[in-house]
């Protein structure tokens, strides 16, 4: 029993040796940062920041008409006459208010009789 063990033990220590003798394929594991994917997410990135800002820009420039509780007041027309202050037409019932309008501040500047044509928007 004893010479098996020994055997046994001598067998296992040469095919040990002999695998650590042998050469292996060298495992490369793949590479995740390439210059490419990178290159990718960033200008994908910047796509992304781009079309966020695009929207953002149009949604300021465009002004959609304001939709009020039961169309009693409308924006006829407004103008920007500094860099936070406008005038503003508005109709209400049969009158047109023109307002000065500012940050924290409406004033009335003028009431007109409601028109028959509307003026332009933004003049």
């Known amino acids: 029993m004893m010479n098996r063990m020994a055997l046994l033990l001598a067998a296992c220590s040469v095919?040990?040796?002999e695998a650590a003798d042998s050469p292996r394929p060298a495992y490369t594991p793949p590479s995740v940062l390439t210059l490419e994917s990178v290159l990718q997410v960033v200008f994908s990135l910047l796509l992304v920041l781009g079309i966020v800002a695009l929207v953002a820009?149009?949604?300021?420039?465009?002004s959609l008409p304001q939709q009020s509780a039961g169309r009693q007041l409308k924006v006829i027309s407004n103008l920007a006459v500094g860099q936070r202050e406008r005038v503003v037409v508005v109709e209400i019932q049969e009158t047109w208010l023109v307002l000065g309008v500012a940050p924290g501040q409406v004033q009335t500047l003028h009431t007109l009789p409601r028109q028959g044509s509307e003026p332009r928007h933004g003049a």
Not at 57 to 62: E, G, I, N, Y
């Open 15 to 17: 095919m040990g040796a």
């Open 57 to 62: 820009w149009l949604l300021k420039r465009v």
